[in-house]
């Protein structure tokens, strides 16, 4: 049976459209306007995809979900995939504001962070800047909300017959909460990848076609949505369970029940620093890459190279 809203083949016991919502028993076939009413929200995503064409030479265009612009194979026509349109009924496209808009800003807090500590004071003084970048880059991000059971060893004072007895006493605990995960989406630029942070999602706001054509160019993803559903339950796993370990020090075991929400694109600024500086005894110099998120100017990641 089809859906004379949509045209979707639909099982012959449903009572509603799965694609479109519509009430099947309620549409009659003397309604043929319905058909030329129609809004382009009740398209399923397979109709859009059937759609996207090149603008200027007509080729149909493939793009990975997520991408938010798409370059023609076939004349090289770069297409910017409205938010408005159809691609945003297949995939959710945000995108987080610069904040950080300039090297000397981003400099200056570089600065604050690195000589924040006592045992390191004037180190970026001392330190050669090799290069520093503002980078727009793609992530999916995994929201997911969890519970997490855990046994950990707490350490107890005691006192028996005048004497102190330290002991360890396995103690449980339970943590519930939500996270969203970034995954980068580029293959290539693995060194984006933070162990730990997650964006100020509630900062992000919808793609717009001006984006597209500021000073820090977007970029497209290559790592298709299917590689993070496949994987998603892990992912939320492993991050949850760092998170735990850091706070909880000796933990015995830890049972993790992930529940995935949603999978969506978030385009995020990103300042990449590359720096060198002596070692301790100063026979031979040491190199770190240092990420910043380029909406609100938190040290994302710190990654040492020899």
Known sequence: ??????????????????YCGTKIKDINASQPKQEEKK??????????????????????LNPLP????VVCSYCGTTIFLNPNGGWAKVKKHLILDIMVPNSEKALNILHDYMDSSILHR???E???ILSNNLLYVPYWIVKASYIANFVYMKTEVQSFGGRTVVQEIPMPGMESGEVYIPIIGISNLKEFQPEDYEFTIIKAREIRESDVSGSVKLMNGDIKVDAIENNKNNYVINFVNRKIRKRYKKIQSISINPNVEEIFILHAPIWKFEIEFPGLMKKTNHKEVILMDGSNGMIMEKIKEE
Request: glycine letters at 6%.
């Open 122 to 124: 004037h180190r970026f």
């Open 1 to 18: 049976m089809k859906c004379q809203n949509c045209g979707a083949t639909v099982p012959e016991d449903v009572i509603f459209c799965p």
């Open 66 to 69: 997520g991408e938010s612009i």
């Open 126 to 128: 001392k330190s050669t």
């Open 39 to 60: 809004d382009k929200n009740t398209y399923n995503n397979e109709e859009i995809l059937k759609e996207m064409k090149c603008p200027n030479c007509g080729a149909p």
